[in-house]
């Protein structure tokens, strides 16, 4: 971990922006491992650079990071040496599309199926 750089929250979208320059090693992280990663770093020192509301419910409350105010900004390139967490969402057509009915007597139906993965990414040129 940079103590000068921050950590960077990506999602599928933000990932491809700062892709714009330079040599990159990616890998696939378990979600025990992101949350380690996440855990590692104080708030301060990381940037969230997406807006997904589902990324966060992901981060918060399925990785079962404690809840934090990341500080948000739009970044373009990373710089050599800075590291990134990447929440990628993968949406697939449902195969089957049961209708439920919800709490409230409103009938719901499965329309696809969300994944999601995380992989860790280091600009190294």
Same mark, same amino acid.
């Given at each position: 971990?940079?103590?000068?750089?921050?950590?960077?929250?990506?999602?599928?979208?933000?990932?491809?922006?700062?892709?714009?320059? /330079?040599?990159?090693?990616?890998?696939?992280?378990?979600?025990?491992?992101?949350?380690?990663?996440?855990?590692?770093?104080?708030?301060?020192?990381?940037?969230?650079?997406?807006?997904?509301?589902?990324?966060?419910?992901?981060?918060?409350?399925?990785?079962?990071?404690?809840?934090?105010?990341?500080?948000?900004?739009?970044?373009?390139?990373?710089?050599? /040496?800075?590291?990134?967490?990447?929440?990628?969402?993968?949406?697939?057509?449902?195969?089957?599309?049961?209708?439920?009915?919800?709490?409230? /007597?409103?009938?719901?139906?499965?329309?696809?199926?969300?994944?999601?993965?995380?992989?860790?990414?280091?600009?190294?040129?």
């Amino acid at each position: 971990m940079s103590e000068s750089l921050p950590l960077l929250l990506l999602d599928n979208s933000s990932m491809m922006s700062v892709l714009n320059e /330079g040599e990159f090693q990616c890998h696939n992280l378990t979600f025990e491992e992101a949350k380690h990663m996440l855990d590692v770093y104080n708030e301060k020192d990381v940037l969230q650079c997406f807006s997904n509301l589902d990324i966060e419910t992901i981060i918060f409350d399925y990785l079962g990071v404690a809840k934090r105010e990341f500080t948000y900004k739009r970044i373009r390139n990373m710089r050599v /040496g800075q590291d990134a967490l990447v929440f990628k969402l993968y949406v697939t057509p449902s195969e089957t599309q049961p209708i439920i009915q919800a709490d409230d /007597g409103v009938e719901a139906k499965k329309i696809q199926n969300v994944y999601v993965y995380c992989q860790f990414l280091t600009r190294v040129k």
